[in-house]
């Protein structure tokens, strides 16, 4: 990189890309530790995070800058600590969002269908369709900064993770845990496929409760039933009431007879019947609905499916075959009232299961499909968090976990799709099953059986997406396959990802894992939010409030996105986005490329070597003690995940601490020269260090620049100006991680006394703002105080004060008691500190008055506060430092009132 004097301004559109090549060159983010190359040390235990991988369905959207701006600070963070750290890439190929973005595309610029093309074509586009979106994805997380080993990517449809895929299915099979046949399903009449429950949402949409009558078979007697759908009328196969029910008691047991059709069905009794609701008689439709599906089974109903894969009716429905589910729907109902069947309609809110690939209504429906047996994979994954093997961050989802786990049902594997994993099942003309890795093998099992070869077909249908990305931790480290990597680098050790695919995906994960390694696939499991809108909405296109983060990285830079999303947020909690949030941070990164400038500028002012031993000032003592504060919250704050936080504070010590208060007394303790100079300018060098190596994990690339510039100039100036942490390494990304330094006992003194001077020219600024006197004024000042210490404070840093005061050098005044010379004066009270400004002319005597009483009033407020406290049984039950620490605070405000009371004796 380019170490010359740094430009004026921060350019993020040349610098980023440079950089990224650059470390790319550098090979940082292969971890240091690799079982590929000489020098490998297996005792080195690795951090390792597999990528949520991103669909190859389009391009880049807030969810993939959220996780990837998190998982990057945890690799970087690990790196710098000096752990292996490994970060493996990779797409998932997304099965029915692909699919579907592919058939868009070839209706819009082919007009043709997938079905015009065939299943081979089809899926020669599709492949291209995956070259090119992964390439635009894998490079809009680049531009992400995210530090991935790319040598190791993956993707869930290459050779490896297929034949993974394979054997997962086969040895699932083997044990019994995977079985085909007819089930309840939820069917996308859109799609032709089967989708899962987690794939279904459901929404509360206004729709019509239709009340009719169900005739009892050879009498003038009926039982009124109420449903929100009449189509379904059509396969009912029983009537249900409850039993305690005295309206329908002597119904039970009867015939009933179906509308329209006059098929005979019988009237049940069932506990399940909610006697409150419609008419307190149920309408039974085993084919169709869940809840149903479950009374049949219970009373070994009769199930009949009279909806087909286009939600048309079929051959079931009689006279309604045919017709579309909604047209038959209004047909049937016209039809029973004209046959005098029908009682009423009304209103009436209802839950409806939409698709979340379309929001098309999802119908449920029998249908023949592949299914998981998931209660043996569930048990140990389940078993796995409640003994702390893996720990959910946040916890509070453990309870959810727990009880998703708990009521899982088997997991439905089919898709009736072409682009995804075929399931490697083949059929003999027969109907013979022969689950196999391969066609070859499949061939094999077939010979062995008919003792001749014999034509067999594949499966046609493919795997769930997930079923794949359930593998991934190990998949991509090359299992099934003993790999070194796979030895190594597994178990991972963080799985980070959204809360939302918390058992889309990370369930999956740990079932997976356990069931085909042993061991759980990761330790931890951090779950972010989910990013909204200012206003706290989900970002739609119908709302127009989608945040466009490639346009967000146009405008503002990478940095100024990855600190809004990770400062903005802590674990589980969605994120407010808003672009003002952006531009903020934006122009915290201009103010630290700003104060780096300015401090690198003056570091050369400063002799090379010093003459004699350090002699710290206190603004000196001050920002380191302030520093030494920072790394331990960091510490902390890391430790329990807490990096919203931990950013947080380190912007406020840049931006408050050190940017605004200690550069601008830097400046001057340089220019005095000799050892003051030296010594400052090798305190900023250590700060700016350690600030930039924090600062990293979040804002890679303007940390990266000004910590490669900050290196050319310490190591250009003087060899004695090195960082506090290791040496000045080849570049930042793998520089070492700073750690909490010990505190000597001086640290409490020095945060103490300068922030009476800060307070002091805070009080002083306040009155000035509110005289409304020019900055170029420079005005008199006098300062009281009994207390030694805070005079010697003033008196030390009294240049810096009338700098940073607006006041006149030559007339500042620092004693115990107030000058006789003194006159008219505005009166500041600042702790142990009185503060006279001869404001003669500017001063309105009666708003003086207004302005003592004031803080006369406030200050009487915080006393009688802390009596009361320190007068309750805080007093006992309290650390005595926490006490004695409330008891200056009464001391400082009871000072502060009696100051006050004796200027407004003063004015009369």
Request: include cysteine.
């Amino acid at each position: 990189m380019d170490k010359s004097a740094l430009p004026k301004t921060y350019d993020f559109k040349s610098t980023e890309q440079r950089i990224y090549a650059w470390w790319e060159e550098q090979g940082f983010f292969r971890p240091g530790n690799d079982p590929a190359k000489a020098g490998f040390d297996p005792s080195l235990k690795p951090f390792v995070i597999s990528i949520p991988p991103p669909n190859v369905t389009g391009e880049l959207h807030l969810g993939h800058a959220m996780f990837v701006a998190m998982e990057d600070l945890m690799i970087r963070h690990q790196r710098m600590r000096g752990v292996p750290a490994l970060w493996v890439p990779g797409t998932d190929h997304a099965g029915i969002a692909t699919q579907l973005k592919v058939e868009e595309d070839l209706l819009r610029t082919e007009e043709v269908t997938r079905e015009e093309l065939g299943r081979e074509e089809f899926l020669k586009r599709t492949w291209a369709w995956k070259e090119k979106y992964h390439a635009i994805i894998s490079q809009q997380i680049r531009r992400l900064g995210a530090s991935c080993d790319w040598s190791r990517e993956r993707f869930t449809l290459d050779e490896g993770l297929s034949a993974a895929v394979r054997e997962a299915f086969v040895r699932l099979y083997e044990k019994g845990l995977i079985y085909r046949g007819p089930r309840l399903i939820n069917w996308s009449p859109g799609l032709r496929t089967a989708v899962s429950d987690l794939e279904v949402e459901y929404s509360e949409e206004e729709g019509t409760l239709y009340f009719f009558k169900y005739r009892i078979q050879g009498s003038d007697d009926f039982i009124p039933v109420a449903t929100t759908r009449p189509e379904t009328i059509l396969a009912d196969t029983a009537v249900a009431v409850h039993p305690d029910d005295e309206r329908y008691q002597h119904l039970v047991g009867a015939t009933a007879l179906v509308p329209m059709l006059d098929r005979a069905i019988p009237v049940i009794a069932d506990d399940y019947v909610d006697r409150e609701f419609g008419t307190g008689a149920l309408k039974i439709t085993p084919g169709h609905d869940t809840n149903d599906y479950d009374i049949g089974a219970r009373h070994k109903l009769t199930v009949i499916s009279v909806l087909d894969e286009a939600a048309k009716v079929t051959e079931a429905g009689g006279p309604y075959a045919g017709l579309d589910r909604f047209e038959a729907r209004k047909k049937i109902w016209a039809d029973m009232a004209a046959a005098g069947l029908t009682i009423k309609t009304e209103k009436h809110t209802q839950r409806v299961p939409r698709s979340q690939r379309g929001g098309e209504i999802i119908e449920p429906m029998i249908s023949t499909q592949w299914f998981v047996r998931i209660q043996p994979l569930a048990e140990p994954a389940l078993a796995a968090v409640e003994d702390g093997r893996i720990q959910i961050v946040p916890e509070h989802f453990t309870k959810v976990y727990r009880n998703w786990m708990g009521n899982i049902q088997d997991w439905c594997i089919s898709r009736q799709l072409w682009w995804g994993h075929r399931i490697p099942v083949w059929y003999a003309p027969d109907g013979s099953m022969f689950c196999a890795r391969s066609e070859d093998e499949a061939r094999a099992q077939a010979r062995a059986q008919f003792g001749e070869d014999v034509t067999l077909e594949q499966d046609p249908d493919v795997l769930d997406t997930w079923f794949s990305s359930g593998l991934w931790p190990f998949s991509t480290l090359g299992w099934p396959e003993e790999t070194a990597d796979l030895k190594y680098f597994y178990p991972t050790s963080t799985l980070e990802t959204g809360y939302d695919i918390l058992f889309f995906w990370v369930a999956r994960m740990i079932m997976m894992g356990i069931e085909f390694t042993g061991e759980v696939p990761f330790d931890t499991v951090y779950l972010h939010g989910l990013v909204r809108d200012e206003q706290g909405r989900k970002m739609s296109k119908t709302l127009g409030n989608v945040v466009d983060p490639l346009e967000v990285m146009d405008e503002y830079g990478t940095d100024a996105l990855r600190f809004t999303l990770l400062v903005g947020t802590s674990p589980g909690q969605d994120v407010n986005l808003s672009l003002d949030k952006v531009a903020a941070n934006r122009n915290f990164v201009n103010k630290l490329w700003n104060a780096a400038r300015f401090a690198l500028g003056i570091i050369p002012n400063a002799p090379a070597e010093p003459v004699g031993a350090p002699d710290w000032t206190l603004a000196d003592g001050w920002i380191w003690a302030r520093c030494k504060q920072i790394l331990e919250n960091f510490e902390r704050l890391f430790a329990t995940h807490q990096y919203g936080e931990a950013g947080r504070q380190l912007y406020e010590f840049f931006w408050n601490d050190f940017a605004d208060w200690y550069i601008e007394i830097a400046k001057r303790q340089i220019e005095k020269g000799g050892d003051r100079a030296f010594y400052t300018a090798d305190l900023l060098t250590r700060i700016l260090d350690i600030c930039l190596r924090l600062l990293h994990p979040y804002i890679p690339f303007v940390s990266e620049e000004l910590w490669g510039h900050l290196k050319a100039a310490a190591q250009g100036h003087s060899a004695r100006l090195v960082p506090e942490f290791g040496e000045w390494s080849e570049g930042l990304a793998v520089a070492a991680w700073p750690t909490p330094l010990p505190s000597i006992g001086w640290e409490d003194g020095a945060l103490r006394d300068f922030e009476v001077f800060r307070n002091v020219v805070r009080a002083i600024r306040n009155q000035r703002a509110e005289k409304q006197i020019k900055p170029a004024v420079k005005i008199a000042a006098h300062f009281v105080s009994a207390d030694a210490e805070s005079r010697g404070t003033l008196e030390a840093l009294s240049a810096e004060l009338a700098q940073l005061a607006g006041l006149d050098l030559a007339q500042l005044q620092i004693g115990e008691a107030p000058s006789a010379e003194l006159g008219e004066a505005a009166a500041l009270v600042v702790g142990p500190v009185q503060i006279y400004l001869p404001l003669a002319g500017l001063l309105d005597p009666a708003e003086e008055r207004a302005r003592l009483e004031r803080e006369l009033a406030v200050t009487r407020e915080q006393i009688a506060r802390l009596e009361g406290l320190l007068g309750s049984d805080f007093a006992n039950k309290a650390p005595a430092a926490l006490v004695d620490k409330e008891r200056a605070k009464l001391a400082d405000y009871q000072a502060t009132a009696t100051s006050l009371e004796e200027q407004l004796k003063k004015l009369g």
